[in-house]
T-cell receptor, first 113, second 114 residues
Framework: NAGVTQTPKFQVLKTGQSMTLQCAQD?????MSWYRQDPGMGLRLIHY???????DQGEVPNGYNVSRSTTEDFPLRLLSAAPSQTSVYFC????????????FGPGTRLTVT | AQSVAQPEDQVNVAEGNPLTVKCTYS??????LFWYVQYPNRGLQFLLK??????LVKGSYGFEAEFNKSQTSFHLKKPSALVSDSALYFC????????????FGKGTMLLVSP
């Protein structure tokens, strides 16, 4: 199993540009989530999904969109990039949202200039 | 609202000595508690979890954690630290009932010196 994969690993955007961060998992996990990691702030939940076709907002959803058309994929879209979105983004998946541990991807380091 | 506090930004310990990384939590009901580790330029890796049962939980790489309900704590411990344990450690909590999501602490950097 490849586990959780994320592309790209690095990205530089100009303010106002849009892009999609890709996330895929091959473990047939129902629950998937996106976090951003900023120094001294830990991980903050952006959006999550409890299954195909079902998504919900986390703690910091503004400026981001998600969709879940398949169990495997959970892309994160930045609609109009802002410098405040400079961060490291992690995708994670787990068997369910309740008591199971999450598996994290390697991360995408995004810089918005 | 649920929350996690990791009171130490950094913990320094000499190789071979015991280590403790502190975590306290707040939830309105019963907690599910997790520890994750992050090595440089990597994603988080699961170490251990407390769901129910024995208050002492054993996990990967010789780590263990003790759930203390009265003190609302879930400290991470290891009897003998290794230089390779140096990493960023995150505690996380969610309420066992309802539809809450996982809340992470800010992380504690563990530095083990030779």
């Amino acid at each position: 199993n490849a586990g959780v994969t994320q592309t790209p690993k690095f990205q530089v955007l100009k303010t106002g540009q849009s892009m999609t961060l890709q996330c895929a998992q091959d473990m047939n996990h129902e629950y998937m989530s996106w976090y951003r990691q900023d120094p001294g702030m830990g991980l903050r939940l952006i959006h999550y999904s409890v299954g195909a076709g079902i998504t919900d907002q986390g703690e910091v959803p503004n400026g981001y969109n998600v969709s879940r058309s398949t169990t495997e994929d959970f892309p994160l879209r930045l609609l109009s990039a802002a410098p405040s979105q400079t961060s490291v983004y992690f995708c994670a998946s787990s068997y369910s949202r309740v008591s199971y541990e999450q598996y994290f991807g390697p991360g995408t380091r995004l810089t918005v200039t | 609202a649920q929350s996690v506090a990791q009171p130490e930004d950094q913990v320094n310990v000499a190789e071979g000595n015991p280590l403790t990384v502190k975590c306290t939590y707040s939830v309105s009901g019963n907690p599910y508690l997790f520890w994750y580790v992050q090595y440089p330029n990597r994603g988080l890796q699961f170490l251990l979890k407390y769901i129910t049962g024995d208050n002492l939980v054993k996990g990967s790489y010789g780590f263990e954690a003790e759930f203390n309900k009265s003190q609302t704590s879930f400290h991470l411990k290891k009897p003998s630290a290794l230089v390779s344990d140096s990493a960023l450690y995150f505690c996380a909590v969610r309420e066992s009932s309802g539809y809450s999501t996982l809340t992470f602490g800010k992380g504690t950097m563990l530095l083990v010196s030779p």
